[in-house]
């Protein structure tokens, strides 16, 4: 099969030691693009953040103008839908120049041999970002696949007026909170300190992120899958522990029925990321200025990791036919001043660049948090301690059975670490059949 | 023929009560299927009803609120996404008029064509080309949109109007329910008749047979407008500009709009409530075709 030569080729150019030769695997097949361009440019680019024709237009009147290179939006929905609709029109040759992607997207992408390396196009780029950020577009490799564009760096949202009213402390460590969680409900059986949502993977992925967990790595030219690996295993016991006694709910977010809970109070905090505040506003309209915001609770006192959940990047297809036009373009979206204020203004991202997390929208706080004008200062200081991330080429596959296999376990209370296995050998399977190298 | 029999029966039988029988035996109600029936109707309208309803609140009433109480934000919600990005919502609308109107016409003309040409000639392979529609009735749509995709972007075609237009056009349950139509409602007498007085095929076909088949090309043509009107899968893989998009697709992008951005609920439900209101007004106007049945009574049997 030589599809599967050519994915265990780009598999390895994932691992660092092998990185410099697959490099020159992947140059060689995108070796005719074009790059000697002369006169106008024009670049389509597909991406979900609301605004950003807008954001666009700024460059289509600025710095674009001056360079001849036009960008055209073409507004998509978000998800792992997208991922197979670039990779079906990849597949035709007919990928639009720019893609907004997830970071846990981008080894799909780069497997397939959608994103080209826009290394020599991003100019210093690199240095705008931390470095944990940055990591996550290069894989690990000499390549870079992709500019960063938002984060999501995970935080501890609580209701400030119920927890003083219930006695309770915010709690900076993990045994902290299941005693927070504990203590309320005996001081108000009705009410849940959180809950554990079965829906959400990402928000799963990014606890095992914090304590440490490394689902995807690789070891020569293989891949190594370690969703059940030690960090993830104590995440999985910790909440499975907490919904088997009935510390916590067990109901999925993102329902009505949730929604209602955060705006009653019969949910008193979220374990969330920095863009917890937008989904507040339309979830909880009633308890405005009555939320704050902590650092998310630590594994050992006196630590200070996080994970994240959520964020984009903006990368470059192998079937543009301009790519230094629109490497040049997606190093000016994700670094430049205006450029990022605007993002901020018209999306409501929280922008990857490290200068632009203190200044324009972000010196003053959320609308949502009036109560706490440091919220971004405090938020820029975690986004400082995320965690490294590890993904690989079907994190959507492995999302997929988290929903079933922890849906399962959620309901029926039953054990959370089994379902963490239903993860990782489906996860495994899955890599095998699409003829990847897995080493066990 | 005895289907005109039937129907004519079946007014008096129906609907008039107190005439000369029993008019109290007859009004009895069999408690068993009307309660079928009313349960089948409330498991229908009651989604229906919601979307109504939630239509009306505002984004801070829609979770907070009594599901089936009426808010008070119709006229925001209303303002609110004819605003959203200048209006493409309008926009959206119009393409999914378009797509499904010019769509299902052109369907029900290539069905008609084909269907009756199956019913009326016989010809060499015409069993299998039969075999191979009935085949293509049974091809969930949905599978053939990935690779239509492909074809039509050696073409050049994708991200136009032409590229959701064009695979829809033949519908192999449309050709199927026009033959199946035409076999029943054009007797073989009369075109035998239109040819005996001198007229041609096309004019046979369109003077005579067409009209005898103006029923069930009506169902055809509803059936092609619901159904691509509903389509979400093809123009998703085709089309990548939004303001080609169609209603489904657009209201989709209102929903996944990042982790970031809350789903525009009150945007979409107004949205959807909306876009139900040209399917009912198209089968309100088209009804009154479907009582055309008479005209099968032109042979004698």
């Known amino acids: 099969m030589p599809y599967t030569k050519r994915r265990r080729l780009v598999s390895s150019a994932v691992a660092v030691t092998l990185g410099a030769t697959a490099l020159a695997a992947c140059g060689s097949e995108s070796g005719d693009d074009g790059d000697a361009r002369s006169g106008p440019v024009s670049l389509t680019y597909w991406t979900w953040a609301p605004g950003m024709d ?20 073409k507004k998509q929905a978000s998800g792992d839908t997208l991922v197979t609709k670039i990779l079906t029109a990849h597949k035709a040759g007919k990928a639009p120049d720019l893609v907004q992607a997830e970071y846990q997207a981008l080894p799909t992408l780069v497997s397939n041999d959608a994103l080209a390396d826009i290394g020599d196009g991003v100019g210093d780029a690199k240095s705008k970002f ?8 290069t894989l690990g490799t000499d390549a870079v696949y992709a500019v960063p564009q938002d984060i999501g760096p995970m935080m501890f949202y609580y209701r400030e007026d119920l927890f003083e009213k219930y006695g309770l402390t915010v709690p900076t460590t993990w045994d902290e909170f299941a005693e927070t969680a504990r203590k309320l409900k005996k001081v108000a059986p009705d009410t849940d300190l959180t809950t554990f949502s079965a829906n959400d993977s990402g928000l799963f992925a990014g606890l095992a992120q914090q304590a440490g967990a490394q689902w995807w790595t690789t070891s020569g030219d293989r891949w190594k899958v370690g969703i059940n690996d030690g960090a993830t295993k104590k995440v999985a016991e910790f909440w499975g522990g907490l919904v088997e006694e009935g510390a916590i709910d067990n109901q999925p977010m993102y329902t009505p029925a949730w929604n209602k809970a955060l705006n009653t109070g019969k949910q008193i905090a979220w374990v969330s ?35 994240s959940w959520g964020g984009s990047s903006t990368a470059v297809t192998t079937d543009s036919g301009n790519k230094d036009a629109a490497a040049t373009f997606a190093a000016w979206l994700n670094t430049d001043g205006d450029a990022l204020n605007a993002l901020a203004k018209e999306g409501g991202i929280y922008p990857a660049s490290t200068s632009a997390q203190l200044s324009g929208a972000f010196t003053s706080p959320p609308e949502y948090f009036p109560n706490q004008p440091d919220f971004y200062q405090k938020a820029a200081e975690i986004a400082e301690t995320t965690a490294p991330s590890a993904w690989g080429p079907n994190v959507n596959v492995a999302y997929t059975t988290f929903k079933d296999a922890f849906g399962a376990a959620a309901k029926n209370t039953s054990d959370f670490t089994a379902a963490l296995d239903t993860m990782q050998e489906d996860t495994v399977a899955d890599l095998k059949k699409q003829g990847f190298g897995v080493a066990e | 023929m ?11 039988a129906g609907t008039t009560p107190g005439t000369t029988r029993g008019p109290a035996r007859r009004r009895r109600i069999a408690p068993v299927p009307t309660l079928t029936l009313l349960l089948g109707a409330l498991y229908c309208l009651l989604p229906v009803a919601w979307v109504v309803i939630a239509s009306t609140k505002s984004g801070s009433e829609l979770f907070s609120t009594f599901t089936f109480w009426p808010g008070s934000g119709f006229a925001d919600n ?16 119009g393409n999914s ?12 003309c290539v069905s008609a064509v084909s269907g009756y040409a199956l019913a009326v000639y016989r010809f060499r392979g015409r069993e299998t080309l039969f075999n191979v529609l009935l085949a293509g009735v049974l091809m969930p749509p949905v599978i053939l949109a990935v690779p239509q995709y492909l074809l039509l972007a050696k073409a050049d075609l994708t991200d136009s109007y032409l590229s959701v237009l064009l695979p829809q056009i033949l519908s192999p349950y449309g050709v199927y329910l026009a033959r199946i139509y035409a076999a029943a409602a054009v007797p073989a007498d009369v075109v035998e008749a239109g040819r005996m007085d001198g007229a041609g095929e096309w004019r046979i076909f369109t003077r005579v047979a067409l009209p005898m088949m103006v029923p069930g090309l009506v169902t055809v043509f509803l059936f092609q407008f619901v159904a691509i009107w509903n389509n979400f899968l093809l123009p998703y893989i085709m089309l990548s500009d939004d303001e080609k998009f169609p209603i489904t697709l657009g209201l989709y992008t209102l929903l996944e709009q990042g982790a970031n951005t809350p789903a525009l609920y009150t945007l979409v439900i107004t949205g959807a409530f909306l876009a139900v209101f040209p399917l009912v007004a198209l089968f309100l106007v ?3 075709f479907w009582s055309l049945d008479l005209l099968s009574g032109a042979v004698k049997s």
Do not use: C, F
Not at chain 1, 54 to 73: C, M, R, S
Not at chain 1, 130 to 137: K, L, N, P
Not at chain 2, 2 to 12: D, K, M
């Open chain 2, 78 to 93: 209303l303002s609110d996404l004819g605003a959203y990005r200048d209006g493409v919502y309008w926009q959206w609308m």
């Open chain 2, 97 to 108: 008029a378009l797509y499904a109107g010019l769509g299902a016409l052109l369907s029900t």
């Open chain 1, 130 to 137: 931390a470095e944990g950020v940055w990591q996550q577009t």
């Open chain 2, 2 to 12: 005895s289907s005109v029999a039937l129907h004519q029966a079946e007014p008096t």
């Open chain 1, 273 to 307: 990321a920095v863009w917890a505040p937008g989904t507040l506003t339309t979830a909880a309209p009633d308890t405005k200025g009555k939320w704050a915001m902590a650092p998310l609770p630590q594994w050992n006192a006196g630590e200070s990791r996080t994970g």
């Open chain 2, 286 to 288: 088209i009804q009154r």
């Open chain 1, 54 to 73: 807008k954001v666009v237009d700024l460059w289509n009147k600025g710095p674009g103008k001056k360079e001849q290179i036009t960008v055209t939006v």
